[in-house]
């Protein structure tokens, strides 16, 4: 059977039957009745076609008015737009009927939504987000290019209602988290960056905080570790249960109350410069009010008892129950050598040191088997020591140096003990600290009797060794 043919019979003289009709130059011809032709909608300019409008230069084909596509369109190297009027109009996507995405005047693309308000906008009346994969490297970069002093910016929102008709967040609202999460057989967040509403007081006055998690070993979830609350307090640690909730100073660090330092290289907190050097801040194990600090040295050289008000030095391992105990061997209290302050009841000075005294008679004699050693706390000075008188007739009073100088003038103080193994001495010899009209050079043991009634002279002393107790105050 043959292909059915269209036949245009021709008769000579314009008689007989045929198709007819006529056309417009540029317009594709088609059948408005049985025999006759006449303009389509389509156009062709011999470069361009179009549908119900003029050939756009540079457009293969133009088509004015809706356009139903059943199938797929494939853009090479070309663009797809549309054009009412001459005028820009929205571009919107459909799958099934339903509106997908649209981009609107200035090139901004809306998925899920009508009316983007950025150059890309997604929506969902449930779980939206938007997300970058890649078998090798997925990246997503915020750039800025412009000569202002304001840098790019990646905003997380949050507030209440609905995209329509938002309305004010409430206290207690997670603002946004950045989440960091792994794959083990489902995504697990390990670390985040999250902000929260702190209170909600009005729209001008929202408080907030920001905190920092990570998981620990043996888990998959993050945990709070650093929090900046609304004051600008920063907190390390935990915040909760067994803490307290509200920082008490610019800079907090939480630990638990069970931290034991076995080492020196251990604590909650540990400052380190650019050496080695470190210092370490930590709680005692089974008291959360036993604070330690030490070095990286010896384990617990100080330890701090607040509840109590003591002080433990010198590696002790317990909290301390005095007021300041420095019980481990080798271990002491060193104070300056000279008033600090010279204050009232304060206990600024502290001295030992030995004690060679030199004769203050105005003879000039040498003393013989000088020993003597003396001790000062505070302004209180205790002293011994044992000399031997040289031969000598001479008559001056006796008198020798003290270990210190008094530092009052024209001072007399009694004290002084006077030993010998001469019975002169023994029976007869006591002393009378003297500070004289100049203390620095004048502060004098000067011997005397025992009632007071006579001097002793240096030759009363001649060859005699005594013994010299002594304990007075500087000023």
């Not at 660090?253 to 400052?271: E, K, N, Q, W």
């Not at 008892?305 to 030095?313: D, K, M």
């Not at 002491?332 to 030199?358: F, H, I, Q, R, S």
């Amino acid at each position: 059977m043959s292909a059915p043919r269209l036949t245009f019979p021709y008769s000579g003289g314009g008689g007989g039957g045929g198709i007819s009709g006529s056309g417009t130059a540029g317009y594709v011809a088609k059948f408005t009745g049985g025999t006759s032709i006449g303009d389509s909608l389509v156009r062709d300019n011999g470069t361009d076609v179009s549908i119900d409008m003029a050939p756009s230069v540079g457009f293969k084909l133009s088509v004015n008015g809706n356009t139903n596509i059943v199938g797929r369109i494939d853009a090479i190297s070309s663009r797809i737009s549309t054009m009412s009027s001459g005028l820009s109009s929205d571009l919107v996507l459909q799958r099934d009927g339903v509106e997908a995405a649209r981009i609107i005047a200035g090139g901004l693309l809306g998925v899920g939504c009508t009316d983007p308000a950025n150059t890309l906008e997604t929506y969902a009346s449930g779980a939206s987000g938007i997300r970058a994969s890649s078998d090798t490297l997925a990246n997503i970069g915020v750039f800025q290019y412009s000569g202002t002093a304001t840098g790019a910016s990646l905003t997380l929102r949050k507030s209440g209602g609905t995209r329509a008709a938002p309305s004010a967040v409430n206290s207690g609202d997670t603002i946004g988290t950045l989440q960091f999460s792994a794959y083990g057989t489902g995504g697990n967040v390990v670390s985040s960056i999250a902000s929260s509403v702190v209170a909600y007081t009005s729209p001008t006055n929202i408080s907030s905080n920001l905190t920092f998690g990570t998981s620990p070993s043996g888990s998959a979830a993050a945990v709070t570790r650093l929090t900046i609350d609304s004051a600008g307090n920063t907190i390390v640690g935990p915040i909760g249960a067994g803490f307290n909730t509200a920082p008490f100073a610019p800079l907090q660090v939480t630990g638990p109350s069970t931290a034991t330092a076995t080492s020196a290289v251990s604590g909650i907190l540990r400052v380190q410069g650019s050496s080695s050097a470190c210092l370490f801040v930590g709680s005692l194990s089974g008291s959360p009010f036993g604070m330690y600090i030490q070095t990286n040295g010896t384990p617990y050289p100080l330890v701090l008892q607040p509840a109590g008000g003591s002080i433990g030095v010198g590696g002790i391992t317990s909290p301390a129950t005095n007021t300041l105990d420095v019980s481990t061997a080798g271990w002491g209290v060193k104070l300056p050598t000279a008033p600090a302050n010279g204050g009232a009841n304060t206990l600024d000075c502290y001295e030992e040191g030995t004690w060679t005294p030199v004769d203050r008679s105005g003879a000039s004699l040498s003393f013989t088997a000088v020993a003597g050693t003396y001790t000062r706390v505070g302004r209180t000075v205790i002293a011994q020591c044992t000399l031997t008188y040289p031969s000598t007739a001479n008559a001056s009073d006796a008198a020798f140096s003290l270990p210190i100088a008094m530092t009052t003038a024209n001072t007399n103080f009694g004290g002084a003990t006077i030993g010998s193994v001469g019975a002169l001495v023994k029976n007869n010899v006591t002393a009378l600290i003297k500070s004289g009209a100049a203390p620095a050079t004048d502060s004098r043991i000067a011997l005397i009797t025992y009632n007071g009634a006579g001097t002793v002279t240096n030759a009363n002393m001649s060859l005699v060794t005594i013994v010299v107790s002594v304990m007075y105050n500087v000023a």
